[in-house]
């Protein structure tokens, strides 16, 4: 994701990610948490699910066995963080449980 890579360009945060297809850092924020077998799937599975659209994602997870990604995304400063899952993600029990409960 972009937490601590990214720069703004005309106001537009860009994460170090690049978009193939124009070239420009993805804008963001966004990140995504992959679970995979390796640690190299888990890489290129996140940069890939920064990049690809929700239907190439869900088409790719499901030729993967083991793995499964969350992506959260917000396009602008007004708008709703969303979080899309692709395969098996474990729910967050963190937010049901609270920060202190361990």
């Known amino acids: 994701g972009d937490l601590w890579q990214y720069q ?3 106001g537009v945060r860009r994460s ?7 070239g420009m850092g993805v804008p963001g924020p966004i990140a995504a948490t992959v679970l995979a077998p390796t640690a190299t799937q888990a890489d290129a599975l996140a940069t890939a699910a920064c990049i ?7 088409q790719l997870v499901a030729s993967l066995t083991e793995t499964a990604i969350l992506v959260a995304s ?4 007004t708008e709703t963080i969303t979080q899309k899952t692709y395969g098996t993600f474990p729910p967050d029990r963190s937010i049901q449980q609270g920060p202190h409960h361990r």
């Not at 917000?74 to 400063?77: A, G, L, M």
């Open 52 to 58: 690809l659209p929700p239907q190439s994602m869900e």
């Open 16 to 22: 170090h990610i690049l978009d193939p297809q124009t």
């Open 8 to 10: 703004e360009i005309d």
């Open 74 to 77: 917000q396009r602008t400063s």
